[in-house]
């Protein structure tokens, strides 16, 4: 025992007089200082963009009252006699999207997530996986492309009173892409629940099913909700399946066979080159952008809260 504390001892020395030298110590105070300037990027990235949006933003209110922008229900910043900017209509056509895509994503990612960790064989997950994470690495124009020239001539065959451009088939589309989100997180939160929980469950008499629902669901629930909150907060930023698929028609109906316009395809549809600099249509996509920033951080704040309120200790 006192000859292991003894070459402990040493070993410290050692260390302490390498350092007294500075021979290691240069080094070792550099790393530290370059990891902090790393950090300081992605923050002061953080910071730049959210005043670049707030002053353009205030830009775009020093011309259209903050008044008529959250109350007109019209959208039309292109007309020649009246242009009114109400930003309902984009705002109306995002959740359309957003809430098709969640319906489509939630239950077969979730029930993939399920099958994945308490049901598979590990030869089915070397298979599945990758498949997910193919979907996961395809291009959202690839989803656009296939959302208008697959999906919407399908649902037409269906149902001959759709569109061409319309809220379902991007719906579905945006569903498709998120659902490798809700899987991955939602398995590992399944993941994270230990083992002696289930073996206690199925120990008192449960089966695999009852297990599963009652007891590993519920404890991972909290991981769960998170990735539901996050795949629908990728969702309602989506660019490029809806401006391709869905239109370009701003509309606050409920109807989803028509054409519609997102916050994002509009943005798209002015940085394209519809709009001169300094304009006030130029300055609209500012006050929408930032309008959509408000969107996706509530979702991400509420994934946090979430989070913690259902999380369990082990």
């Known amino acids: 025992m006192k000859t292991n504390e003894t070459e402990k001892s ?7 007089k390498k350092y007294r030298d500075g021979r290691a110590g240069r080094g070792e105070k550099i790393i530290p200082v370059l990891l ?30 903050i008044t008529e922008f959250f109350t007109e229900t019209e959208w039309y910043p ?21 809430l098709i895509a969640g319906v489509t994503a939630i ?45 919407t001539p399908l649902i ?8 061409m451009f319309n809220a379902i088939s991007p719906g579905i589309v945006v569903g498709i892409m998120i659902i490798p989100t809700v899987v991955s997180l939602s398995v590992d ?10 073996q206690g469950s199925l120990a008192l008499g449960a089966t695999k099913w009852e297990t599963t629902w009652r007891v590993a669901i519920p404890a991972a629930l909290s991981g769960i909700i998170a990735s539901i909150v996050l795949a629908l907060s990728r969702a309602i930023g989506e660019t490029m399946i809806v401006s391709i698929a ?5 509309t606050a109906s409920l109807e989803l066979t028509s054409s519609l316009q997102t916050m994002t395809s509009y943005i798209v549809q002015v940085t394209g080159g519809d709009a001169g600099y300094g304009t006030t249509i130029y300055y609209s996509i500012y006050a929408v952008g930032f ?14 809260r979430i989070s913690k309120r259902f999380r369990e200790a082990y």
């Open 10 to 16: 040493s070993i410290q020395s050692m260390l302490d």
């Open 189 to 198: 939160a399944l993941s994270s629940v230990p083992t002696a929980v289930r």
């Open 107 to 151: 239950p077969i990612g979730l029930a993939v997530a399920i099958y994945l960790s308490e049901y598979a064989s590990r030869r089915v997950t070397k298979v599945m996986k990758p498949v997910l994470e193919v979907l996961a690495g395809v291009p959202t124009i690839v989803y656009g492309f296939f959302a208008l020239t697959f999906v």
């Open 246 to 250: 869905a239109g370009s028609t701003p």
């Open 156 to 163: 037409r065959s269906l149902f001959p009173s759709v569109e």
């Open 291 to 304: 309008t959509l920033f408000l969107f996706t951080l509530f979702m991400n704040m509420l994934a946090q």
């Open 78 to 98: 292109f007309s020649e006699t009246q242009a009114t900017y109400g930003i309902l209509p984009l705002i109306v056509g995002t959740l359309k999207i957003t």
């Open 36 to 65: 902090f300037l790393m950090a300081a990027v992605s923050v002061a990235t953080t910071i730049g963009i959210v005043l670049t949006l707030i002053i353009e933003t205030f830009s775009f209110f020093k011309q259209i009252p």
